[in-house]
């Protein structure tokens, strides 16, 4: 597969064919990775589409760029998220959890 060889040579990433599979936001990313974020990222990506589906891998990533704007991306959070895509569930939580219950101890000690 295509993404296990970028893997191996993360530089060939600007001239790969492979880049248009990807949404675009997860192509700029890359683009303003330096080489040992990317080569670390691709390296993510690749792994984790030894467990999901590549389609689902992009798009989680897509998705953790997005939201999260990490500086690498990391195999755990991408199977997981792609494990999610795949089985049909949505990576955004609409319920969120109420913490807002724990403000009154901070509230207390201030």
């Given at each position: 597969?295509?993404?296990?060889q970028?893997?191996?040579?993360?530089?060939a990433w600007?001239?790969?064919?492979i880049?248009?599979?990807?949404?675009?936001?997860?192509?700029?990313?890359?683009?303003?990775?330096?080489?040992?974020?990317l080569?670390?990222?691709?390296?993510?990506?690749?792994?984790?589409?030894?467990?999901?589906?590549?389609?689902?891998?992009a798009?989680?990533?897509?998705?953790l760029?997005?939201?999260?704007k990490?500086?690498?991306?990391?195999a755990h959070?991408?199977?997981l998220?792609?494990?999610?895509?795949?089985?049909?569930?949505?990576?955004?939580?609409?319920h969120?959890p109420?913490?807002?219950?724990?403000?009154?101890?901070?509230?207390?000690?201030?």
């Open positions: 597969m295509v993404v296990h970028l893997a191996a040579k993360p530089r600007g001239e790969s064919e880049r248009a599979d990807f949404p675009d936001i997860v192509c700029r990313w890359f683009d303003e990775r330096d080489p040992d974020d080569a670390a990222s691709l390296k993510a990506i690749s792994a984790a589409c030894r467990d999901c589906s590549f389609d689902a891998v798009k989680a990533a897509a998705a760029i997005e939201t999260r990490p500086e690498r991306l990391h959070q991408l199977t998220h792609a494990r999610r895509l795949d089985q049909g569930q949505d990576t955004h939580y609409a969120e109420d913490l807002s219950v724990y403000d009154r101890f901070l509230d207390d000690h201030e």
